[in-house]
């Protein structure tokens, strides 16, 4: 019986050891840079727009037009990419390339609209089983016209 129960002890001090060394391992460190687990930019076909490299572009789902001298249209973008970790990609890099950030919202998924010159750019990130799903759309805006002498603003 005293084998027994010591036997049970290294059990329980075993699995007390592990837990505990576990927890260790998926602790959060405070106060140290994140690890480069960063994504990596590359262009689209769309003049200023980076797409980060870690996403493959689906063809079948994509299409681009040009337009006068610049290219509109969809690309469908996926791959395995957490939704808060590129919207924040794209937060970050579409100002530096001259973006005007207009608007951000989340839902179940995300969606933000940038303006540069004459065009506007819609990026929808949305979640599936295994995969992030990430469309880029750019279009052109047209100028509002001006309005005449004498005729009454609303």
């Not at 970050?92 to 179940?108: E, H, M």
């Amino acid at each position: 019986m005293k084998r027994f129960e010591i036997l049970i002890s290294s059990v329980v001090l075993f699995l007390l050891l592990g837990l505990v060394a576990g927890c260790a391992v998926f602790k959060k460190e405070e106060g140290k840079p994140p690890s480069d687990t960063s994504l990596k930019a590359s262009f689209s076909d769309f003049e200023g727009v980076v797409i980060p490299s870690e996403l493959s572009l689906n063809k079948k789902k994509s299409y681009v037009y040009s337009a006068t001298r610049t290219k509109v249209g969809l690309l469908t973008f996926e791959g395995r990419v957490e939704p808060d970790s590129l919207a924040t990609f794209f937060q970050t890099n579409l100002p530096q390339a001259g973006w005007k950030p207009l608007t951000a919202l989340k839902d179940r998924e995300h969606s933000l609209i940038f303006l540069k010159d004459d065009r506007v750019c819609l990026i929808t990130i949305s979640e599936t089983w295994f995969t992030t799903v990430c469309e880029v759309r750019v279009g052109l805006t047209e100028k509002a016209p001006e309005p005449s002498k004498g005729t009454p603003t609303r």
